[in-house]
C-alpha cells in the first residue's frame, strides 16, 4: 500500500520562473493539503482540495494555485518565484469522511536562486 | 502573534531521563491537537493526538489544558532513537492544521 508519494524530490529554480509540484494520495484518501516548510520553521498550510475544488486556502498570494484531478491526484503551482519561496513543501491527504490524521508525503525541497 | 508558540529548545537530556515541554496557541475555536515528530530533512509524522482528558501512548503523555490554552508532551525514559523534532499541532477544522515552529529534542548516550 503506497503513501504519500511526492515529486521531484529536489528542484532549483531562477527567481521569476515558474514551478510544478505534484502529490498522489495514499490509497482511499480523496483530499488533498499541501504545507511549506521553510527552514526552522513549522509548516504553513497553503490550500486543500477536495472533488477537484479548493476548499479552504491560507495566507498565500494568488501565485500560489493548486489542482486535483479526478484520480485524487494534485498539483501545487507556484509562479514568479521569489527567493523566499525556497522551502520544503509538503502533501498531506486523508480520506475526507473519517476522522484519521494527515498523511504526510516526504516532500520537494525547493531552491529559488 | 503565530498561531501556535512552542519553545525551540534545543532539550539535550540523557538516555533514561524525562523531558516535558509545552506550547500554546491563541484560537479558542481550535477543536483538535495533535504532537507530530518530525527527523531532520523528513516529512512530519503523527506521535498522538491528544485529548481533554490527558492520553498517553506508550512512554509518551500529553495534556491539553483548555482554560489556558496550552498542550504538553511528557516524554519518560528517552531513548536515542527520540531525538527529533517535535512538532505542536492546533487545529480549527480538519483540514488546516496550525504548526508551532517545533521544539528540538536530542537524547544523549
Known amino acids: 500500500d503506497a503513501g504519500v508519494t511526492q515529486s521531484p524530490t529536489h528542484l532549483i529554480k531562477t527567481r521569476g520562473q515558474q514551478v510544478t509540484l505534484r502529490c498522489s494520495p495514499k490509497?482511499?484518501?480523496?483530499?488533498v493539503s499541501w504545507y511549506q516548510q521553510a527552514l526552522g520553521q513549522g509548516p504553513q498550510f497553503i490550500f486543500q482540495?477536495?472533488?477537484?475544488?479548493?476548499?479552504q486556502r491560507g495566507n498565500f498570494p494568488d501565485r500560489f494555485s493548486g489542482h486535483q484531478f479526478p484520480n485524487y491526484s494534485s498539483e501545487l503551482n507556484v509562479n514568479a518565484l521569489l527567493l523566499g519561496d525556497s522551502a520544503l513543501y509538503l502533501c498531506?491527504?486523508?480520506?475526507?469522511?473519517?476522522?484519521?490524521?494527515?498523511?504526510f508525503g516526504n516532500g520537494t525541497r525547493l531552491t529559488v536562486t | 502573534r503565530k498561531e501556535v508558540e512552542q519553545d525551540p529548545g534545543p532539550f539535550n537530556v540523557p538516555e533514561g531521563a524525562t523531558v516535558a515541554f509545552n506550547c500554546t496557541y491563541s484560537?479558542?475555536?481550535?477543536?483538535?491537537f495533535f504532537w507530530y515528530r518530525q527527523d531532520c530533512r523528513k516529512e512530519p509524522k503523527l506521535l498522538m493526538s491528544?485529548?481533554?482528558s490527558g492520553n498517553e501512548d506508550g512512554r509518551f503523555t500529553a495534556q491539553l489544558n483548555r482554560a489556558s490554552q496550552y498542550i504538553s508532551l511528557l516524554i519518560r525514559d528517552s531513548k536515542l532513537s527520540d531525538s527529533a523534532t517535535y512538532l505542536c499541532?492546533?487545529?480549527?477544522?480538519?483540514?488546516?492544521?496550525?504548526f508551532g515552529a517545533g521544539t528540538t529534542v536530542t537524547v544523549r548516550a
Open positions: 499541532v492546533a487545529a480549527y477544522n480538519d483540514y488546516k492544521l496550525s
Open positions: 491528544v485529548y481533554s
Open positions: 484560537n479558542s475555536a481550535s477543536q483538535s
Open positions: 498531506a491527504t486523508r480520506y475526507f469522511r473519517d476522522n484519521s490524521p494527515l498523511h
Open positions: 482540495y477536495y472533488e477537484e475544488e479548493e476548499r
Open positions: 490509497s482511499g484518501h480523496d483530499t
